[in-house]
């Protein structure tokens, strides 16, 4: 195997951070089972914090980040895979402290890798990515609990013109959900409508500490990507017996609860991970997107670029100024 191609984050003796394309010695790649040649990726906010550095992301320079692959497998030590069988790859460390999918190749444990279900080609699965995963989580957590007809449920999805959020809000349409989409950016607004949003409405009176214990009922549960007191607004306006899947923490990492919410309504808040999860369960998500969970717009649900253009990206991204899913073609 030659050098590879890939996006690669140094650290200067300031601190600061540069990122840019470059030509990497194979010697570059880690152990481990499979080697990968991608062909797709995707930009999450994980991936625009690794590129300043942000703690918790990475501690390796230089470093590749890329949390989400889709490829073909070269070759594969436990025998597992064959060569040419195309895989996806997210989660776990990928890309974090170790080198990611924004690269022409990558090498990884067997435990982070599941077969793309034949209904996908590798780009429609990188659209879908850790953001597709996550929202796939969100509803499959809600229906755990769901007690209504999908059809007289109100969905309400928060920071719905971001990555999770939209694509949770065109999931959800298609599952028959009510969905209310909640956006800060007004030019979106009628782009949710088309991704089968029956209501639109701004973040703005959301995003800060409300003193009331209670606010007026408004949607049965919610997909929360914001975090923050966001997270507990809306809480407070979730119908009785209903509950909240919290993703996110676009507007921030804390905030100021009481009980009242849980004990007068039964309102019931569920915290979703899809990074750690176990293979056989992402296995099972990824046929859900591939098949019920996938909308008819996919394709129209994202912006694809280049390895060269990602840096800008990125920063937009840290800047608020991008909007639903980023496909990074790759090889």
């Given at each position: 195997m030659q050098d590879y191609r890939a996006l690669r984050i140094h650290r200067g003796d300031d601190n600061d951070f540069s990122v840019a394309v470059e030509s990497v010695p194979a010697s570059t790649l880690p152990d481990g089972d499979i080697l990968v040649r991608v062909h797709y990726s995707d930009l999450n906010y994980k991936d625009a914090l690794g590129?300043?550095?942000?703690?918790?992301?990475?501690?390796?320079?230089?470093?590749?980040?890329?949390?989400?692959?889709?490829?073909?497998?070269?070759?594969?030590?436990?025998?597992?895979?064959?060569?040419?069988?195309?895989?996806?790859?997210?989660g776990y460390d990928f890309g974090m402290n170790t080198p990611g999918g924004l690269a022409q190749y990558c090498r990884v444990p067997l435990q982070w890798v599941c077969p793309c279900p034949p209904q996908l080609d590798l780009p429609e699965a990188m659209i879908f990515g850790t953001a597709g995963l996550t929202a796939a989580m969100c509803l499959d957590k809600l229906a755990r609990l769901?007690?209504?007809?999908?059809?007289?449920?109100?969905?309400?999805?928060?920071?719905?013109?971001?990555?999770?959020?939209?694509?949770?809000?065109?999931?959800?349409?298609?599952?028959?959900?009510?969905?209310?989409?909640?956006?800060?950016?007004?030019?979106?607004?009628?782009?949710?409508?088309?991704?089968?949003?029956?209501?639109?409405?701004?973040?703005?009176?959301?995003?800060?500490?409300n003193k009331k214990a209670l606010l007026k009922p408004q949607w049965d549960c919610a997909i929360d990507t914001l975090g923050g007191d966001a997270l507990f607004n809306i809480i407070k306006a979730t119908e009785r017996e209903g509950a909240v899947a919290a993703c996110g923490l676009a507007s921030g990492a804390d905030f100021a609860a009481t009980v009242y919410p849980f004990i007068l309504r039964g309102v019931a808040l569920l915290g979703v991970d899809s990074a750690e999860q176990a293979n056989d369960y992402k296995r099972k998500l990824w046929l859900h997107l591939a098949t019920?969970?996938?909308?008819?717009?996919?394709?129209?649900?994202?912006?694809?670029?280049?390895?060269?253009?990602v840096p800008d990206v990125l920063a937009s991204m840290r800047a608020g100024r991008s909007r639903g899913r980023y496909l990074v073609r790759v090889d």
């Open positions: 590129a300043i550095g942000k703690p918790g992301v990475s501690r390796n320079f230089p470093h590749t980040p890329g949390i989400d692959a889709a490829g073909e497998v070269v070759s594969d030590s436990t025998n597992q895979y064959r060569p040419g069988d195309r895989v996806l790859i997210s769901q007690h209504k007809a999908i059809s007289d449920t109100r969905l309400l999805v928060s920071g719905a013109s971001g990555g999770v959020g939209s694509l949770a809000t065109a999931m959800a349409a298609k599952l028959g959900f009510q969905v209310i989409a909640m956006s800060g950016k007004t030019q979106a607004h009628d782009s949710l409508r088309a991704l089968g949003a029956t209501e639109v409405i701004s973040s703005a009176e959301w995003l800060e500490a019920d969970l996938k909308p008819a717009s996919l394709r129209s649900m994202c912006e694809e670029i280049t390895l060269e253009q």
